[in-house]
């Protein structure tokens, strides 16, 4: 039998020599080219897309919610009413900034100064697209994300507007809108039992019969809280009960945090913590809040919000997100 040895020698040394340095450079142009990005799971920053790795509804996309849209949306043919839902520029800018903005635009090194929380809210209205029904037809105010209840989420304005969602917090904040009926004072009373049935593994949510519409876009799509019981803790210092979230719309959370947390060095994956380390669960004074590098509920910000209730387990969402990061 032949040896090995003959590739040694010429010219099959020179053969060999050649396809080794082809196969190197091949492999090169392999590890240095940009895997392609999937425009599905991006969130848009500053004109650019940023890979979160869970299905993100762009206001570009058919069935997307437009907040740059002046008039309602569900409403087409009306003419537009030209109010802004939203503001170009935020407020309160460093001077160095705020001259480059006036001219041209927040840009991402700006934002990634100026921005530094992430404000969770609850949209009372059971899923996203009644939410953005009122936020856009009805108020005209304006929120960057909405989580529905299967976990999509919905952009509705590049992260480089101020969206108006959270006050004193909207210049310095990014929002999102979680698709949930709420928190409420009595337990299953009414305006809350209105929002839920029970079957034989527990509490799932309805729609009342006026809501017709859900927009949700996974067929069939079952709104199980993550927890069956209904929980009950202090926000504000009352008490309130509430259903849990549903678990796609934690995997989704978390990974909106870590993106969020990644394009904004400053959103921290953490959320204001009292003396011994616990969540704070009340509204904190204003210079408090301006200085905190975080996410944050909206009750931190307003005393008279409630939002996201005592059912959010932010424990798991923060380590859920920091594994992501
Ligand atoms: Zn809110």
Redesign the pocket.
Known sequence: MKSWKFLLQPPWRHRLAGMVATFAVLLLVRCASVPELDPSTCIEVAGRPFPIGTRVVSWREPGGYDAYRRGKHFAPDEPPDGKLRYSPLRGNLPDAIAARAEASGLELADLQQVVHQF?????ICGCSRQCFKVLQDVRSLSVHFLLDVDGTIYQTLDLREKAH??TIANDFSI?V?IAHPGAYPQPMAAPMAAWYEKDELGWRQKFPPWLTETGIRTPGFVIRPDRPEIISGTVQGKVYHQLDFTPQQYAALAKLCAGLSRVFPRIRLDAPRTATGAIVDHVLPAAELRAFDGIVG??HV?QN?Q??GPALQWERLLHEARALR
Request: glycine share 6%; proline share 7%.
């Open positions: 404000v969770l809210h609850y949209d969602h959270a929002g809108e909206h009750f307003q919000k939002d996201p």
